[in-house]
């Protein structure tokens, strides 16, 4: 049985918008920002979840010019064609602000990487890709649309899913999901009992506001019914809790997510939580 202190981080280290992939050998957690060896998205391995060490970070920074200078957030991995697909968001250095975020993808032979540079997946302002492999094979990406611009028809904050017609394309047929709130982030898509569940943070990421919620559907286009009751939110001892992934281990399905330390010492570190269902709504276990 997986044993973890919860719900204390795993890592206590600064590793926003943690993913989690687990392999033959043990556990992948892929995280936002710069990596210790001066690449970007940096990579810890497990074997228990309990006791990890640094791998590498995944990507390295473009060249002048390049959509992938600047950001580097939310990885997130696809396996699929016996190669490790990880998308992405980054942007180029001379776009103001963060107008030119866009979700791209790098690509390697084994999950430790390192990943080669595929280029821009989402042609259009976007953050948080997640993708998803539906039981019938066909292959998803889920993501939220961020700025518009006169090329742009869809609204900021507000939850998409486009087919992936290929790992490095999309159909360009988007359809929106989630827009009820002002900004909705970091979509992930689970399927279970015939259902589909998409997760999402609400909230500023800097402050107690931020929390992990969820919405339920027949049909993986929705529409999708948000859940009153948020999933997890924050207490004496995590602050804002969010941006959070699902994997499985140990027969079980788990949440990873971050959050800061009451003391805020060493950023938004990463935990995990298992799920239980109840009624085919998840729910934290205790």
């Given at each position: 049985?997986?044993?973890?202190?919860?719900?204390?981080?795993?890592?206590?280290?600064?590793?926003?918008?943690?993913?989690?992939?687990?392999?033959?050998?043990?556990?992948?957690?892929?995280?936002?920002?710069?990596?210790?060896?001066?690449?970007?998205?940096?990579?810890?391995?497990?074997?228990?979840?309990?006791?990890?060490?640094?791998?590498?970070?995944?990507?390295?920074?473009?060249?002048?010019?390049?959509?992938?200078?600047?950001?580097?957030?939310?990885?997130?991995?696809?396996?699929?064609?016996?190669?490790?697909?990880?998308?992405?968001?980054?942007?180029?250095?001379?776009?103001?602000?963060?107008?030119?975020?866009?979700?791209?993808?790098?690509?390697?032979?084994?999950?430790?990487?390192?990943?080669?540079?595929?280029?821009?997946?989402?042609?259009?302002?976007?953050?948080?890709?997640?993708?998803?492999?539906?039981?019938?094979?066909?292959?998803?990406?889920?993501?939220?649309?961020?700025?518009?611009?006169?090329?742009?028809?869809?609204?900021?904050?507000?939850?998409?899913?486009?087919?992936?017609?290929?790992?490095?394309?999309?159909?360009?047929?988007?359809?929106?999901?989630?827009?009820?709130?002002?900004?909705?982030?970091?979509?992930?898509?689970?399927?279970?009992?015939?259902?589909?569940?998409?997760?999402?943070?609400?909230?500023?990421?800097?402050?107690?506001?931020?929390?992990?919620?969820?919405?339920?559907?027949d049909g993986l286009g929705g529409p999708f019914v948000e859940s009153p009751q948020p999933l997890l939110v924050g207490d004496d001892i995590q602050?804002?809790?969010?941006?959070?992934?699902?994997?499985?281990?140990?027969?079980?399905?788990?949440?990873?997510?971050?959050?800061?330390t009451p003391d805020r010492a060493a950023g938004r570190q990463p935990c995990i939580r298992r799920l239980d269902w109840v009624g085919g709504c998840?729910?934290?276990?205790?």
């Amino acid at each position: 049985m997986i044993s973890v202190p919860l719900p204390s981080p795993i890592i206590p280290r600064n590793l926003p918008d943690p993913f989690v992939l687990a392999g033959g050998q043990g556990y992948y957690l892929f995280a936002t920002g710069q990596a210790d060896d001066g690449r970007r998205l940096p990579i810890w391995f497990s074997r228990d979840l309990r006791n990890w060490r640094f791998v590498r970070g995944a990507v390295t920074a473009g060249e002048p010019g390049a959509w992938n200078r600047r950001n580097f957030w939310a990885p997130e991995v696809l396996v699929r064609e016996g190669r490790y697909w990880l998308y992405y968001t980054a942007m180029p250095d001379d776009t103001p602000g963060n107008t030119g975020n866009r979700v791209g993808l790098a690509v390697a032979d084994r999950p430790e990487g390192p990943y080669e540079d595929c280029g821009v997946v989402v042609p259009h302002a976007s953050l948080d890709g997640s993708p998803f492999v539906d039981t019938d094979g066909s292959a998803w990406l889920f993501y939220t649309a961020e700025f518009r611009t006169a090329a742009d028809s869809m609204t900021p904050g507000r939850v998409y899913v486009d087919r992936l017609i290929e790992p490095g394309r999309v159909a360009g047929e988007p359809a929106e999901l989630l827009g009820a709130h002002e900004w909705q982030e970091g979509p992930v898509c689970i399927r279970r009992d015939g259902r589909y569940l998409l997760l999402f943070s609400l909230g500023n990421w800097g402050d107690a506001t931020y929390r992990v919620c969820w919405a339920s559907s027949d049909g993986l286009g929705g529409p999708f019914v948000e859940s009153p009751q948020p999933l997890l939110v924050g207490d004496d001892i995590q602050i804002g809790p969010g941006h959070c992934n699902v994997f499985a281990a140990d027969g079980a399905t788990w949440l990873v997510y971050h959050a800061w330390t009451p003391d805020r010492a060493a950023g938004r570190q990463p935990c995990i939580r298992r799920l239980d269902w109840v009624g085919g709504c998840p729910v934290l276990a205790r």
